[in-house]
């Protein structure tokens, strides 16, 4: 019996041994991939159709996120509103998003009510037809929200960071306006549907209490679409990334603002590079949790931000190490000093094992979280298929955070935390 009198003993996170859940993988006769992850015990299922149509394929700004976001605003059966009530009626929830090189269709819903749900999301992707008033109420709705929000400073301060990194005409710097919003035509949404849903890239993630049939309903509902593999390297399309020449800039968008987000950011290699995961480590110490050495000194020390960051991106081409905060605009030039210098203290002195242990904690403890559950499994695959990648980088991460010591964490603060090489962006 327990003797619940004595508390057990603590167990760093360290000490787990992780492992990553495997997927079962089938092809749809289409040659479309499905990863099907059988987790859980709740009749609960996820179901992420995932295409290369984000806003790297687009030759017009815009058309890509639009052409996502109204993909179930209609089909020549059924309108909006028909739509949206049939996924209600089932209690589920599908969902669309759009990023740089992919976008997402996501179905969560129970698993009895899967067949019913999947002729739904084959009918959009056969038959969505972008209604003219639907397209005119997405722009009004989109103008109005940007209109909003380039009030806010930390608005601002994000999207222009981005252009500085990559250049103004790269997908991953490339920025909206009002009269990108009013261009965006029909037609144009129309040909990119077919060409990027009808007869995409495409693979399917399936999470959850898997039911039995379910990659039955999946070949009935998707196998024979015109849909394609997505490994096709000759579909890749890589741009040009050009960088600002200034690397200071301080902008002044709201007179009366008593608040100044502040971006410091530099290009830095995508997930590929043999530095990237020994970086996660040194960014954890210098920014990336709620007790690293920029949260301790900025927000503990100073009271000058009620919090700061810093992460690498998710960049498929390229990622970027980037800090972000928001202080007040008088103290906003003390603020950006006090980051430097944390990057000069990790340049010229060794990080302690006490505190290298307190990060490697939390990175096991993130990762630990990111596995609980059938959902988050689908997320970490996603994350690591998507980007070229398999088990082999999941398990070297776990290592390197484990490893990694404070001469080699030194090496790459001198490599990488130099403050020239940093974009600086002010917005007031």
């Given at each position: 019996m327990v003797n619940r009198t004595i508390a057990p003993k603590i167990k760093d996170a360290v000490e787990f041994e992780l492992k990553l859940p495997p997927y079962r993988k089938h092809t749809l006769r289409n040659g479309v991939e499905v990863f099907a992850i059988d987790l859980g015990s709740l009749d609960t299922l996820m179901i992420n159709w995932v295409f290369y149509a984000g806003n790297c394929y687009e030759e017009k700004n815009l058309v890509a996120a639009a052409a996502n976001s109204l993909i179930k605003n209609g089909t020549s059966k059924h309108n909006a509103f028909a739509i949206n009530e049939h996924f209600e009626y089932y209690g589920s929830y599908f969902?669309?998003?759009?990023?740089?090189?992919?976008?997402?269709?996501?179905?969560?819903?129970?698993?009895?009510?899967?067949?019913?749900?999947?002729?739904?999301?084959?009918?959009?992707?056969?038959?969505?037809?972008?209604?003219?008033?639907?397209?005119?109420?997405?722009?009004?709705n989109k103008q109005q929200h940007l209109q909003v929000s380039l009030k806010k400073s930390e608005f601002v301060a994000s999207r222009l960071i981005d252009a500085y990194l990559f250049g103004k005409e790269h997908p991953y710097g490339r920025y909206s306006s009002l009269e990108d919003y009013a261009g965006l035509e029909r037609r144009e949404l129309q040909d990119y549907y077919r060409k990027y849903y009808q007869q995409g890239r495409c693979l399917i993630f399936v999470a959850g209490k898997l039911p039995p049939g379910i990659l039955e309903e999946l070949e009935k509902n998707f196998g024979s679409l015109p849909l394609r593999p997505h490994q096709d390297e000759a579909a890749v399309i890589n741009h040009p990334i050009v960088p600002a020449t200034q690397k200071k800039y301080t902008i002044q968008n709201d007179p009366n603002g008593v608040q100044g987000s502040i971006r410091i950011a530099r290009n830095f290699p995508n997930r590929h590079h043999p530095d990237f995961q020994k970086m996660q480590v040194l960014n954890n110490v210098f920014g990336g949790f709620f007790g690293s050495r920029l949260m301790d000194n900025i927000r503990e020390d100073k009271g000058y931000t009620y919090g700061i960051y810093s992460y690498l991106m998710n960049g498929k081409q390229e990622s970027a190490l980037m800090i972000s905060t928001e202080a007040g605009k008088?103290?906003?030039?003390a603020t950006i000093e006090e980051v430097y210098k944390e990057m000069q203290l990790l340049r010229e002195e060794p990080i302690e094992e006490e505190e290298l242990?307190?990060?490697?904690?939390?990175?096991?403890?993130?990762?630990?979280?990111?596995?609980?559950?059938?959902?988050?499994?689908?997320?970490?695959?996603k994350n690591l298929l998507l980007n070229g990648l398999d088990e082999r980088y999941f398990y070297e991460s776990i290592r390197v955070a484990k490893t990694i010591g404070p001469a080699e964490l030194q090496e790459l603060a001198n490599?990488?935390?130099?403050?020239e090489d940093f974009f600086e962006l002010t917005v007031i």
């Open positions: 969902n669309r998003s759009s990023n740089h090189e992919t976008a997402d269709l996501t179905l969560h819903c129970l698993s009895k009510h899967v067949s019913e749900l999947l002729p739904m999301v084959s009918e959009i992707l056969t038959d969505s037809v972008y209604p003219e008033e639907e397209l005119s109420i997405y722009k009004k008088e103290v906003a030039p242990q307190m990060a490697r904690n939390y990175m096991i403890g993130t990762i630990l979280g990111d596995l609980d559950g059938p959902f988050q499994v689908a997320g970490r695959w490599k990488y935390l130099v403050a």
